[in-house]
C-alpha cells in the first residue's frame, strides 16, 4: 500500500510503549493474514495493576522480513496511530526494530471466528439484533473512514470485524489495503501513487469484479454480504448444491474442481439468495439492509452515515419488540 497523507492530524501516542515479547510459543494465535500472524500478548502488570492485553500482528516466521511487508505493516501503523474512532481497533505500539509488530487493542472475537464456531456446533444463524448492532457499528467506523479520513478500507469482511462480549461493541480492523478518496468519495489515483485495489474477490463489489468506478461505496457492498454470512453461515457464493444452492445449471458441471471453483467465481459480485431457513418476517430488518447494500448500482447504495443511522433506528425497534 503506498504511503498518502489525509487532513487528519496526529493526535498524541507519539511514544511507543517498550514490550517484551515472548517467544511465539508462548503467545496466543488470535487470527493471521498473507505474511503475517496476529498474536495475543498478555501484559506483565505494572505497580499492581493488571493491564489489558495487546493484539500483535507480526510476520510469519516462514516469510523472510523484506521491504514490501515492512512497509505494509509501518504504513497501517501510521494509518492506526492517526485514528480515533470507537468503532475502530485502537493503536498501541509499533516497533521494526529487531522484531517488527504492529500493538493493537485486543478483542475478544473476529466475527469471521464467531461464523466458523457456529458451523462447527451447527448452531441457528445469529439474532437480528446482533446482525443490526454489526451494521450500526461499522457503518459508523466507514462512515468516519469515508470522511474524516478520505480512505476506503477495501477489505471488508467478516474476519475484519472485531466482537467484543454479546456484540457489546463491534470494531473494524486490519487496515493493510487502504486506498486514498478524494473529496466526492472516489478513489484518488493521483494520492494512491503505485497502490492498487485487492479485497477479497468473495466479498468484492460488481465495479472491482468487472471493472468500474471504485467510490465509497465499495465498501457498502461487502458489508451487506457479512450480514448474509450472519445468516448463511457460510462465507458468499461457497455456499454447495445440497444446502443452499436450487440452479439446475450446476448439474451440468464435471467432477472436476476447476469447474467448481469456476461456477462459484463466476458469481462473484452478484447478489448471493437468502438462505432458505431465514424467515423474512423475523429477518425484516436485517435482510432490508442487505438488499439495499448488494444494489449492483453503486449510486443506489447507502452513504455509511446513512446506514449507520438506519440500522441504529432498527436496532431501537428490534429491542423494544415492535
Not at 514490550?19 to 495475543?40: D, E, K
Not at 501484559?43 to 515492512?70: C, D, E, F, H, I
Not at 448444491?241 to 458469481?267: A, G, H, K, N, P
Request: glycine share 6%; net charge negative; aromatic share 8%.
Amino acid at each position: 500500500m503506498a504511503e498518502f497523507k489525509t487532513p487528519i492530524k496526529t493526535k498524541g501516542r507519539d511514544r511507543d510503549e517498550t514490550i517484551t515479547i515472548p517467544p511465539s510459543p508462548f503467545l496466543n494465535r488470535l487470527g493471521y493474514g498473507t505474511g503475517v500472524n496476529v498474536m495475543q500478548l498478555v501484559r506483565s502488570p505494572r505497580a499492581g495493576q493488571v493491564r489489558s492485553p495487546w493484539a500483535l500482528k507480526m510476520l510469519n516466521r516462514r516469510v523472510k522480513p523484506n521491504k514490501v511487508y515492512t512497509h505494509r505493516l509501518k504504513a497501517e501503523a501510521d494509518l492506526l496511530r492517526r485514528m480515533s474512532h470507537p468503532n475502530i481497533v485502537g493503536f498501541r505500539a509499533f516497533s521494526n526494530a529487531k522484531i517488527l509488530y504492529l500493538g493493537m487493542e485486543a478483542c475478544d472475537l473476529s466475527l469471521g471466528d464467531m461464523i466458523e464456531k457456529r458451523i462447527e456446533t451447527n448452531s441457528e444463524p445469529f439474532l437480528p439484533r446482533q446482525m443490526l448492532k454489526v451494521c450500526a457499528d461499522i457503518a459508523s467506523a466507514l462512515h468516519y473512514l469515508h470522511t474524516n479520513m478520505q480512505i476506503l478500507h477495501g477489505d471488508m469482511k467478516s474476519y475484519n470485524i472485531l466482537v467484543n462480549g454479546d456484540f457489546v461493541i463491534c470494531k473494524l480492523c486490519d487496515f493493510g489495503v487502504c486506498l486514498p478518496l478524494d473529496e466526492n468519495g472516489v478513489f484518488d489515483k493521483t494520492m494512491a501513487g503505485k497502490a492498487t485495489y485487492f479485497g477479497t474477490e468473495a466479498w468484492s463489489a460488481p465495479e472491482v469484479i468487472h471493472g468500474g468506478e471504485i467510490s465509497s461505496k465499495t465498501d457498502i457492498w461487502p458489508l451487506g454480504l457479512t450480514l448474509w454470512e450472519m445468516m448463511a453461515l457460510v462465507p458468499p457464493h461457497t455456499q454447495t448444491e445440497d444446502t443452499y444452492m436450487e440452479d439446475d445449471s450446476i448439474q451440468c458441471l464435471d467432477d472436476s474442481m476447476d469447474s467448481v471453483t469456476d461456477y462459484f467465481s463466476d458469481r462473484y459480485g452478484t447478489r448471493p439468495a437468502v438462505p432458505a431457513n431465514i424467515s423474512e418476517k423475523v429477518y425484516i430488518h436485517p435482510l432490508a439492509l442487505f438488499h439495499c447494500c448488494t444494489e449492483t448500482m453503486p449510486a443506489m447504495r447507502p452513504s455509511a452515515q446513512h446506514l449507520s443511522i438506519a440500522a441504529v433506528d432498527m436496532l431501537e425497534q428490534c429491542e423494544a419488540g415492535r
